[in-house]
């Protein structure tokens, strides 16, 4: 199993331009989620999802959307980027009640 | 709303040294408590999960415990080594177990 795989490693956009982040999963988890690690304020939760066509929003979703088409799939678009959103976001899953499992994370740079 | 706290932000001990972690949150309604290791530039790689049923969990050198009358849940490691040095996070998980709050980590340095 390739557990939880992200795309790209790292971005370098420019301001207003949009993305989006890839992350799959092939351990057949029901949840994934997002999350942005920014110095100092640990990892803060974007958006989540508790199964394919079923999203919500965690503590940060401003500027940022997702869809859940499938099991496997859960892609973070940015809609307009902004330096604020200059992080490294982590995609995770898991089964209900159990541990989460990180992908490697995207760094991106948003100048 | 829930708040997760890790004391102290960075700790140095010598090689061989037996530590604990600290981590504190706000609502005892917590669904359960997970400790996570991160290496610089490196995902999470979850080390222990305690349910909320559950008050400790052991894996190797380490031992985690939950006290959630206290708010508290402490993560103990034996015989510390230099490759342990990292940093650790705790999260504790919402009711339903899908919406995960971290703490900002507690940086590990062990000397040889």
């Known amino acids: 199993n390739a557990g939880v795989t992200q795309t790209p490693k790292f971005q370098v956009l420019k301001t207003g331009q949009s993305m989006t982040l890839q992350c799959a999963q092939d351990?057949?988890?029901?949840?994934m989620s997002w999350y942005r690690q920014d110095p100092g304020m640990g990892l803060r939760l974007i958006h989540y999802?508790?199964?394919?066509?079923?999203?919500d929003q965690g503590e940060v979703p401003n500027g940022y959307n997702v869809s859940r088409s499938t099991t496997e799939d859960f892609p973070l678009r940015l809609l307009s980027a902004a330096p604020s959103q200059t992080s490294v976001y982590f995609c995770?899953?898991?089964?209900?009640?159990?541990?989460?499992?990180f992908g490697p994370g995207t760094r991106l740079l948003v100048l | 709303k829930q708040e997760v706290t890790q004391i102290p932000a960075a700790l140095s001990v010598p090689e061989g040294e037996n530590l604990v972690l600290n981590c504190s949150f706000t609502?005892?309604?917590?669904?359960?408590l997970q400790w996570f290791r991160q290496d610089p530039g490196k995902g999470l790689t979850s080390l222990l999960l305690?349910?909320?049923?559950?008050r400790e969990q052991t894996s190797g050198r380490l031992n985690a415990s939950l006290d959630k009358s206290s708010g508290r849940s402490t993560l103990y490691i034996a015989a510390s080594q230099p490759g342990d040095s990292a940093t650790y996070l705790c999260?504790?998980?919402?009711?339903?177990?899908?919406?995960?709050?971290f703490g900002a980590g507690t940086r590990l340095f062990v000397k040889a």
């Open positions: 995770a899953s898991s089964r209900p009640e159990g541990s989460q499992y």
């Open positions: 351990m057949n988890h029901e949840y």
């Open positions: 999802s508790v199964g394919a066509g079923i999203t």
């Open positions: 609502d005892s309604a917590i669904y359960n």
């Open positions: 305690i349910q909320s049923s559950q």
């Open positions: 999260a504790g998980g919402l009711t339903g177990g899908f919406k995960t709050i």
